[in-house]
């Protein structure tokens, strides 16, 4: 589960859900930006960041649509369909640790969200090596209600408990909550156009960019047309 000089190295599981039903609190206010290419584009940037980051060795992607599995494959993560049966996004996120696990019996798991285009990879580098240091770790959403990251180091199960207001849920079930100033890339997820706004003050990555088509930010919601 270590790197060569003893950094702990992590995969990476990321749901995604079919593009088309992706993103639905931005829909009436997003104006002339479709939410499908909106949610390609978050996942997009999400992903390609957290490959850069010097702690994650892989990135897991669990999705059932086509166009998102393409391009995020074309990126290098690997790609594995959503699990049959149902069972939501806490199934496919236990789905994606389980084959990561079996895959890589001895590497650290971790869940990160596909909507954040903000995604800086030291940031990221910084909640995994605190991570590290507990056998499941949380990091709470910039609303303090949910969670965009959670985390089990090797033999530890990753029993994500997501939708909803996840931090109490994951906070309650043993997991440590990570409490880090200057990760606001790491809890910055975007559901609604003030989030996406956010977003592009902090930086967002390319494709999020060009999807946003230079939609000014921060500022009062007034519509993104």
Same mark, same amino acid.
């Given at each position: 589960?270590?790197?060569?000089?003893? *950094?702990?190295?992590?995969?990476?599981?990321?749901?995604?859900?079919?593009?088309?039903?992706?993103?639905?609190?931005?829909?009436?206010?997003?104006?002339?930006?479709?939410?499908?290419?909106?949610?390609?584009?978050?996942?997009?940037?999400?992903?390609?960041?957290?490959?850069?980051?010097?702690?994650?060795?892989?990135?897991?992607?669990?999705? *059932?649509?086509?166009?998102?599995?393409?391009?995020?494959?074309?990126?290098?993560?690997?790609?594995?369909?959503?699990?049959?049966?149902? /069972?939501?996004?806490?199934?496919?996120?236990?789905?994606?640790?389980? !084959?990561?696990?079996?895959?890589?019996?001895?590497?650290?798991?971790?869940?990160?969200?596909?909507?954040?285009?903000?995604?800086?990879?030291?940031?990221?580098?910084?909640?995994?090596?605190?991570?590290?240091?507990?056998?499941?770790?949380?990091?709470? *959403?910039?609303?303090?209600?949910?969670?965009?990251?959670?985390?089990?180091?090797?033999?530890?199960?990753?029993?994500?408990?997501?939708?909803?207001?996840?931090?109490?849920?994951?906070?309650?079930?043993?997991?440590?909550?990570?409490?880090?100033?200057?990760?606001?890339?790491?809890? $910055?997820?975007?559901?609604?156009? $003030?989030?996406?706004?956010?977003?592009?003050?902090?930086?967002?990555?390319?494709? !999020?960019?060009?999807?946003?088509? /230079?939609?000014?930010?921060?500022?009062?919601?007034?519509?993104? *047309?």
């Amino acid at each position: 589960m270590r790197r060569e000089g003893g *950094d702990v190295v992590w995969t990476l599981v990321v749901p995604v859900k079919p593009l088309a039903l992706a993103k639905s609190r931005l829909a009436g206010s997003t104006g002339r930006l479709p939410r499908p290419t909106l949610a390609l584009a978050f996942a997009l940037d999400t992903v390609g960041a957290a490959l850069t980051c010097r702690a994650v060795r892989d990135v897991v992607v669990v999705t *059932d649509d086509r166009r998102a599995g393409a391009e995020l494959a074309a990126l290098g993560a690997w790609v594995l369909p959503e699990p049959t049966g149902g /069972g939501g996004l806490n199934g496919a996120l236990a789905h994606g640790a389980h !084959t990561a696990r079996t895959r890589w019996p001895h590497t650290g798991v971790a869940t990160l969200n596909a909507d954040l285009p903000a995604l800086r990879p030291a940031e990221l580098g910084r909640v995994l090596d605190s991570a590290a240091e507990f056998p499941r770790a949380f990091l709470a *959403d910039a609303a303090g209600i949910g969670t965009t990251l959670l985390s089990a180091t090797a033999g530890n199960e990753l029993a994500p408990a997501f939708e909803g207001r996840s931090r109490a849920r994951h906070r309650a079930s043993g997991a440590r909550e990570i409490e880090l100033a200057g990760v606001d890339s790491v809890r $910055q997820d975007v559901d609604t156009e $003030q989030d996406l706004r956010t977003a592009l003050a902090l930086g967002v990555g390319p494709h !999020t960019a060009a999807a946003a088509g /230079g939609l000014a930010a921060p500022g009062p919601a007034v519509g993104l *047309d």
